[in-house]
């Protein structure tokens, strides 16, 4: 059976049905661990719904009256099924509607074979006197429920949520347990039995209003006694049962968002603070340059009063973001202005920054800053020796798995390898690079110019 309905349904080939087939030999043993039934679907041909090849019942406990083995399971009734044999993932207690329209929640699991996804292992639990007990319905008021979940599968999923439904006169005819806790938590004890919309509505828009607009959906934000609800409201046109509405405490999250907006603007005063500082020490190494007379010293001075900058760059930038990122490129461009400005020799160099920007966290963007700092910097120092112009192009590139910044001159180029390594700069651009930013360095030079290339993993 499992056989022929694979062959026919699916484009599963003779070892992966064999699979299907060994896994479904234990489906009556799980079926009673777990005290549910338990299916296997395989994906159609079409890809747009599954069929049920196997089935296995628990001894007394199957909630289904007939053999549903070559049914189909269609994504509007089991959307967890389709996306886990498309995506692979597991999906944990979906709501669903099986093929004889009961409700249930389903675990499915993919069943793989060469890392791909040939079928999925579903145990469903009957949630239908869940639901009863959730509404604390009577027999009929429980089969008009169920039929009205039927037709509106979210009411499952927001279970956690209050859940009120209203007919066409703004009676409420069902509530569950939460819309009571809800309703005490805000300090409205009174009995919400054959009540009307208006008497215990959060909102201030009328029933009749309400069914009157041509809104069939309404999402509104409530504050009442420091409490915040999320307050979901949806028309049904022409229905007994008129309006449903889902009320969700959202106290927690407005606290956490609060939470988060306090920390940013204490980080974002972090890095101010952290900015003047740097400011302080940059005018102090500048002014110590000015009076020196050793020009070796008055170099080592502006090295170091860059390095800083490249570090003052990265806080001034974070300072104006909500997030711990910056843009790339504004820092780059910071960096460059910084580096022209102290270079006032008669020489006509020309620096160019083109590419896709990209963002970067403030772990990160320090150490790179401070290598692109260097790599320019040596072009101005070094590049153009005996040249009385050049040009330095900073090109920015964004990859799947990496970002690439090449710093390229049409200078002299280099020849002498093992001066670079006892270089200052060479050691700071290969430190932060490769052990800080775990990416790699690419150098490339010829007496036509250098390039140096770096390539940080994302």
């Keep these: ?21 060994d896994i479904s030999k234990s489906l009556d043993l799980m079926a ?30 199957s909630i289904y009256k007939n053999n549903v083995v070559g049914k189909k399971a269609l994504s509007i009734n089991e959307p967890g099924v389709i996306n886990t044999l498309l995506t692979g993932i597991t999906s944990k207690d979906i709501k ?3 093929q004889e329209y009961k409700l249930v929640r389903q675990s499915i699991q993919p069943i793989e074979l060469n890392d791909k996804t040939i079928a999925v292992l579903i145990v469903e639990k009957d949630i239908s006197k869940e ?5 604390d ?6 089969k008009e429920l169920i039929n009205l979940i039927k037709q509106n599968s979210f009411i499952t999923d927001n279970l956690n949520a209050a859940i009120l439904v209203f007919d066409k006169y703004g009676n409420l005819k069902f509530k569950n347990k939460n819309t009571t806790k809800i309703y005490e938590a805000i300090g409205m004890k009174k009995d919400l039995e054959d009540v009307k919309y208006d008497d215990i509505s959060l909102e201030s828009e009328k029933f009749i209003d309400i069914i009157s607009s041509h809104k069939i959906e309404q999402v509104r934000e409530v504050n009442i006694n420091y409490s915040f609800f999320e307050v979901k409201t949806i028309v049904r046109k022409s229905e007994e049962l008129r309006v449903i509405q889902i009320i969700q405490d959202i106290t927690e999250l407005k606290e956490k968002e609060a939470e988060l907006v306090f920390k940013s603007i204490a980080v974002k005063e972090t890095h101010h603070r952290v900015k003047n500082n740097l400011q302080t020490v940059i005018s102090l190494l500048r002014k110590q340059s000015r009076l020196t007379d050793n020009e070796e010293v008055k170099m080592c001075l502006d090295n170091v009063t860059n390095r800083v900058f490249a570090i003052l760059s990265n806080h001034h930038l974070l300072s104006k973001q909500m997030d711990n990122s910056i843009s790339i490129l504004q820092a780059i461009n910071l960096l460059i202005s910084n580096i022209q400005g102290g270079y006032c020799d008669d020489k006509n160099i020309n620096i160019y920054v083109t590419g896709e920007d990209f963002k970067i966290n403030g772990e990160k963007s320090s150490a790179l800053l401070l290598a692109i700092n260097e790599a320019i910097q040596n072009c101005y120092d070094h590049a153009f020796e005996g040249k009385d112009s050049g040009n330095i192009q900073v090109l920015v590139n964004e990859e799947e798995n990496k970002n690439i910044i090449a710093i390229v001159d049409d200078g002299i180029g280099f020849e002498n390898d093992d001066k670079l390594k006892t270089n200052l700069g060479t050691f700071i651009i290969d430190s932060y690079i490769k052990q800080v930013l775990k990416g790699d360095v690419e150098k490339i030079s010829t007496d036509k110019g250098t390039k140096i290339i770096f390539k940080i993993p994302k």
Excluded: P, R, W
Aim: net charge negative; aromatic share 8%.
């Design 1 to 21: 059976m499992i056989k022929a309905l694979c062959q026919e349904y699916s484009n599963l080939n003779s070892e992966e049905i064999d699979k299907v087939i």
């Design 32 to 61: 009673n661990f777990y005290e549910s039934d338990v299916f296997i679907d395989i994906l159609t041909k079409n890809q747009e719904e599954a069929i049920v090849v196997a089935h296995g019942k628990a001894k007394n406990n």
């Design 96 to 98: 669903a509607l099986t």
């Design 131 to 135: 639901l009863k007990d959730e509404f």
């Design 137 to 142: 319905t009577n027999k009929k008021e429980s």
